[in-house]
């Protein structure tokens, strides 16, 4: 799978947006599903979205529905989060993790399911 390399991360106003990517430099990135963690101070680590290898299937944390949007390009190994209308309690460490299991589909949601980890991105969403 090789590393993942997240960024895009940053201090923002509530209302605001954000992109974070992650590259990763595996060979073989395009079937793998790929998902998106957060972990707030003080609290565990928790899902946020996941894509499957094609990117045609998504799945979304309730609390992020609708605001959030994972996407994928293949051809340059880069997994997306693009966050729209933040609020104070979406602000994290967010981290990128790749799936031990190949051409799942659904994406999978646990933590467990991934073994690859970026080494995570701060964001801050002011009020």
């Known amino acids: 799978q090789g590393q993942l390399v997240e960024s895009g991360g940053g201090l923002v106003q509530a209302g605001g947006s954000l992109r974070l990517s992650c590259a990763s430099s595996?060979?073989?990135?395009?079937?793998?599903?790929m998902g998106w963690f957060r972990q707030a101070p003080g609290k565990e680590r928790e899902f946020v979205t996941a894509?499957?290898?094609?990117?045609?299937?998504?799945y979304y944390a309730d609390s992020v529905k609708g605001r959030f949007t994972i996407s994928r390009d293949n051809a340059k190994n880069t997994v997306y989060l693009q966050m729209n209308s933040l609020k104070p309690e979406d602000t994290a460490v967010y981290f990128c993790?790749?799936?031990?299991?190949?051409?799942?589909?659904?994406?999978?949601?646990?933590?467990?399911?991934?073994?690859?980890w970026g080494q995570g991105t701060q964001v801050t969403v002011s009020s």
């Open positions: 993790a790749a799936d031990r299991c190949a051409s799942r589909v659904p994406p999978p949601s646990r933590e467990y399911d991934y073994n690859y």
């Open positions: 894509i499957s290898g094609s990117g045609r299937s998504t």
């Open positions: 595996g060979r073989t990135f395009s079937i793998y599903a």
